[in-house]
């Protein structure tokens, strides 16, 4: 099993980045995928999900409008467009599978696979 995200790196402000988060070795069309990020010194927050089953999204206030999620059943990646990207976005971001079809369904704890990780610095 794993999760491989990527797509991180050095941006202005105002400026976009696409994450990819590639999975393999599990059943990929049946689970919620999620992308969190944690800033240093702060605790890993919900940014985004996307359901298995119908393909509704969710985003925390603070992106709304700004990133926006997609997934490639066929090509077992979920992808995560950030716009206008503004200092406070700068964390490592995580993409993470909930076995449970639908996002919301399980605390962030109780994601059962997670990729390693990429930064996202938005800084002039």
């Known amino acids: 099993v794993q999760l491989q995200a990527f797509g991180g790196g050095l941006v202005q402000p105002g400026g976009s980045l696409r994450l990819s988060c590639a999975a393999s070795?599990?059943?990929?069309?049946?689970?919620?995928i999620g992308w969190f990020r944690q800033a240093p010194g702060q605790e890993r927050e919900g940014v985004s999900c996307?359901?298995?089953?119908?393909?509704?999204?969710y985003y925390a206030e603070s992106v709304k409008g700004r990133f926006t999620i997609s997934r490639d059943n066929a090509k077992n990646t979920v992808y995560l467009q950030m716009n206008s990207l503004r200092p406070e976005d700068t964390a490592v971001y995580y993409c993470?599978?909930?076995?449970?079809?639908?996002?919301?369904?399980?605390?962030?704890?109780?994601?059962?696979?997670w990729g390693q990780g990429t930064l996202v610095t938005v800084s002039s």
């Open positions: 993470a599978a909930d076995r449970f079809p639908l996002c919301g369904s399980s605390p962030i704890d109780e994601y059962d696979y």
């Open positions: 070795g599990f059943a990929w069309d049946y689970y919620a």
């Open positions: 996307i359901n298995s089953s119908n393909g509704s999204t």
